[in-house]
């Protein structure tokens, strides 16, 4: 416990400041495969196998125990802790006892949205293992954004949602490398509204209310980073799991999510880079992945009314309930540990090259494109604008500190800017 105290600073507080190494202060502000069978909880069965021989004996857990309660006699508590853990069962070692669950906070930007009781409670539960991935998410790739712009600082602000749930808000602003980085976590509860509802049953979902009430859950870790520099290309991830309740008392449930590309240049070394890490985590489930939600996301991130894509793609999955829990489960958690990998190398490579004002001009306007897709068809903004006590600041986080729209702009023939829209207009295989 005093190792999550550390990371939090203060509790109770709104809103922490996190400097590039994430020492903590205080602050006023606040989208049919088959993969093969999966081996349980993330490392679970050779983790089981490499520790059973350290499975200490009767004697060695009473040492343990009376170890401890020497030194937290003398006060030494977090000493007295460490020896406890290493009594404990490996049911509880391996992340879901009190202990183990402790670790996992460290990392974390802050305590997740359900307290250590309720997550230990029912730490068998997906619901659960789903948030603990999302704050492990959250965690890893602030801290990664953090260690490239030193100059800047996370504001991580804490909020509650009264009809129930609530979420963590990270956001970077106005750094050397980033204009604006959020990175946010949600997890939120309580009866869907007729207008959530019905943009659900539009996707062929049949879900049965009891006295016009729709029990649900929902949690996600979602993330856009703008940089300042034109080429360094904006990032867009979010991965998300629902469970609604039925009259009858049955549930639904279903993942969804995607990470995807939007450079203002076309760097096709970038380009491949990107699309082959997110094709090698899919890959580990099955090889008919990443093409499948490749060609998802160049169709869904597409604007119609200009008949471009936002950006060069990457992958992009909804309603994902096959071929088992469990397994869509081990597949989202691979398409998250590609983020930092797919990314990072990318940022440090461009972050300060020289650009010129015409080459900000053409960002500028490249965002503009960027804001009309997630104001008008983004899914993900739809729903949280319809779901009552949605915050508000978390959704549109996603839009850039700066835009720019100019009257009938076209940029001249055969020029980068130019070829651009070639990619945007027609998409391209990066992989093969």
Not at 28 to 45: F, K, L, T, V
Request: glycine letters at 10%; a positive charge; proline letters at 6%.
């Amino acid at each position: 416990m005093a190792r999550l105290l550390r990371g939090v600073c203060a509790a109770g507080a709104r809103g922490m400041l996190l400097q590039p190494r994430l020492r903590c202060a205080r602050s006023s502000s606040s989208g049919g495969w088959e993969p093969p069978p999966s081996a349980g909880d993330p490392g679970g069965a050779e983790w089981q196998q490499q520790q059973q021989w350290r499975r200490p004996s009767s004697g060695a857990l009473a040492w343990a125990a009376g170890a401890a309660a020497v030194l937290a006699g003398l006060g030494l508590a977090r000493r007295a802790e460490m020896a406890r853990q290493r009594s404990q069962p490996e049911e509880e070692a391996d992340g879901g006892g009190e202990g183990g669950l402790a670790r996992r906070f460290d990392a974390f930007m802050a305590p997740p949205v359900s307290g250590m009781r309720e997550l230990r409670s029912r730490r068998g539960e997906m619901r659960s293992r789903m948030e603990l991935l999302i704050m492990e998410t959250q965690g890893q790739v602030c801290r990664a954004l953090a260690q490239l712009d030193r100059g800047a600082s996370f504001t991580v602000d804490r909020w509650e949602r009264p009809e129930g749930g609530g979420g963590i808000s990270c956001v970077l602003q106005d750094g050397e490398i980033f204009e604006k980085a959020g990175v946010n976590v949600s997890v939120v509860f309580g009866h869907l509204s007729e207008e959530a509802a019905q943009q659900m049953r539009s996707r062929g979902k049949t879900l049965k209310t009891k006295d016009g009430k729709l029990p649900f859950c929902a949690m996600g870790v979602s993330s856009v980073i703008h940089p300042k520099n034109p080429y360094v290309p904006t990032i867009h991830f979010n991965y998300r799991y629902f469970e609604i309740e039925e009259a009858d008392g049955s549930k639904q449930w279903w993942f969804g999510g995607g990470t995807d590309l939007t450079p203002t240049y076309l760097n096709e070394e970038d380009a491949v880079h990107f699309h082959k890490t997110l094709k090698e985590a899919c890959d580990k489930h099955n090889p008919e992945l990443y093409p499948k939600f490749k060609k998802w996301c160049d169709d869904y991130f597409y604007i119609k009314h200009r008949g471009e894509r936002r950006g060069i793609g990457g992958i992009f999955f909804d309603d994902l309930d096959w071929p088992s829990k469990e397994e869509a489960f081990q597949f989202v958690q691979s398409c998250a540990k590609a983020i930092v990998p797919c990314y990072i190398p990318i940022v440090k490579k461009h972050c300060h090259e020289p650009f010129t004002p015409e080459e900000k001009l053409w960002q500028q306007i490249r965002r503009g494109r960027y804001v009309e897709f997630n104001l008008v068809y983004d899914r993900g903004t739809k729903f949280g604008l319809a779901t009552p006590g949605s915050r508000i600041e978390s959704i549109l986080m996603s839009l850039p500190l700066t835009a720019r729209w100019e009257y009938m702009y076209s940029p001249s023939e055969n020029s980068r800017e130019a070829k651009i829209l070639e990619v945007l207009r027609q998409p391209r295989d990066w992989v093969h």
